[in-house]
């Protein structure tokens, strides 16, 4: 097994959920290594174009290969910026979405969280300011790993503690991945709606509003806003890619890195070759940290298989 596989096979090992599961599987099955596989042969082929002009000038080899090598750097730059842009939402599968309950003090963002983990997880009380830090309930939505937020209440305080926990509630719903913002009936939010946000009225046993409202007491509408929640979060994990860890993107940043450079000089003709060709090993060596390692004698075996040269 290659190292990602190897890393699918931990996932597989920690994975509590089916999307999890079926995540790990893919790497474990070895897609990310194939994939991979496609992006470094078509890097060397593109080097060993290049290395060709440069090494043996006196052989029969094309002495413009830039078409060439500016379609295949194309078609890997594309491919590897698509799996960069999924791998936040891998990774979020692989380690849980969260989900940030945020408001006004007394609303009911606790009440709310002990009915959608179906247990007593926050302690409830009518006294304004009960919860200080940030409890966490994980759960099991439609197959997707996700973490509810219960967050302390937003408004001023001269408490020092509370204000600490206001703090860092407002910090927790910035970096969640969805926040529901739970008003009572007539209220206006006390933070910025955010694209994305969920606006969701308390009280819906005794009030009619317009939009998403919830009783967590009778349990009016939670099943509704459970199946939203779990609609927005199907629908990002939809642009997930192969790619599940934060290293693979690391890597494959670095690699895209030398492709840009590498095109830029490939543009400016044979004269630029060489560097072109150095920057094209910066980026084969950059996907060593998933596969494994390429060296000269793989430049030197596809020159060799494509042109007549050296006999």
Known sequence: MDLAQTEGLVDLIDAETEAQRR???RVLSGDLGRLVAKWRNDLVRAAALLEAVIDFADEEVPVDVTPEVASLLDGVE???ARQVAGVAVSERIRSGFEVAIVGKP???KSTLLNALAGREAAITSEIAGTTRDVIEVRMDLNGLPVTL????GLRETEDQIEAMGVARARERAL???LRMILLLPGDTPDIEVLPGDLVVTAKADLHQVDGLSVSAKSGVGIDHLVSR???VLTDRSANAGLATHMRHRDEMERALAGLKIAKDWVQKGPD???IAAEELRIAIRA???LLGRVDVEDLLDEIFSRFCVGK
């Open 23 to 25: 995540q790990a599987l």
């Open 78 to 80: 594309e491919d590897i």
């Open 106 to 108: 007394n609303v009911g």
């Open 149 to 152: 937020l219960d967050t302390a």
């Open 175 to 177: 970096a969640a991945d």
């Open 229 to 231: 929640i779990t609609d």
């Open 272 to 274: 630029g070759y060489d």
């Open 287 to 289: 996907l060593e940290g």
